[in-house]
């Protein structure tokens, strides 16, 4: 069982290019956990624009942030930058020895592997580029949530509002995520078996990856020298 609930931080980093929605889903359920203070951490207090242009307001600094119970990175086209990013990284191997949890969504994952956090551990990753992490040390999983010891990843965007019910049933125990849950009216149906490589078309999966093919490349050439960089370290 869970320990008793007592009030508890969680840090979701802020960073330009970000994907809103692997943040905003998890900051929707866990700003509803009692109890908990959600901190939104970037290295300064200025607006960050996401991916789509939306505006979000961090809460505190790398340099001001209080001690954390949890840490959690999103992912988006801005994560390239991340991975080469050292006071990010080296803000996440400050903080991750003193976290119950470490944790991603989407790509973010990847900043926490090329921060040497993933050594040895399964993780998830958005399905384009969950191969990558194996470059950083970690072992791919193809699950929408997993968990390796205090490390809990979830797959891409959507599934970040999955990541953080298990997080919260982790925290407080199954009952009250399922209670967030209902007052989320969180009862997936989706229009269309469409949303992962597993259920979409081979037809429609391989135009996917040829779309996005340049983008997967250079964040694969930014992925090998976050490699090589930690490697270094």
């Not at 193809?142 to 390796?148: G, I, M, Q, S």
Request: proline share 8%.
């Amino acid at each position: 069982m869970p320990e008793p609930l007592t009030p508890l931080r969680i840090g979701l980093i802020l960073f330009p290019g970000l994907t809103q929605l692997d943040l905003t889903g998890p900051a929707e359920v866990f700003s509803r956990l009692p109890g908990a203070e959600v901190l939104y951490l970037w290295k300064t207090l200025a607006p960050v624009a996401a991916d789509r242009g939306l505006a979000l307001l961090p809460s505190a600094t790398f340099e001001t942030c209080p001690k954390l119970d949890v840490v959690c990175v999103p992912g988006g086209p801005g994560q390239i930058e991340l991975m080469e990013d050292a006071e990010t990284l080296a803000f996440l191997r400050r903080v991750a020895p003193g976290c119950r949890l470490v944790t991603s969504v989407c790509t973010g994952s990847l900043v926490l592997a090329a921060a040497g956090l993933l050594r040895g551990l399964r993780a998830t990753s958005h399905w384009s580029s969950l191969d990558q992490l194996a470059l950083l040390g970690a072992i791919p999983v193809a699950e929408r949530v997993v968990r390796d010891g205090n490390r809990i990843t979830g797959a891409g965007v959507t599934s970040g509002i999955d990541f953080a019910l298990s997080v919260v049933a982790e925290l407080a125990g199954a009952d009250l995520a399922q209670d967030i849950q209902l007052q989320l009216e969180y009862d997936p149906a989706p229009p269309f078996a469409a949303g992962s490589p597993r259920s979409a078309t081979p037809e429609r999966v391989a135009a996917a990856r040829a779309r996005i093919a340049p983008f997967i490349a250079r964040r694969r050439a930014a992925t090998e020298r976050a490699a090589r960089n930690l490697a270094e370290a």
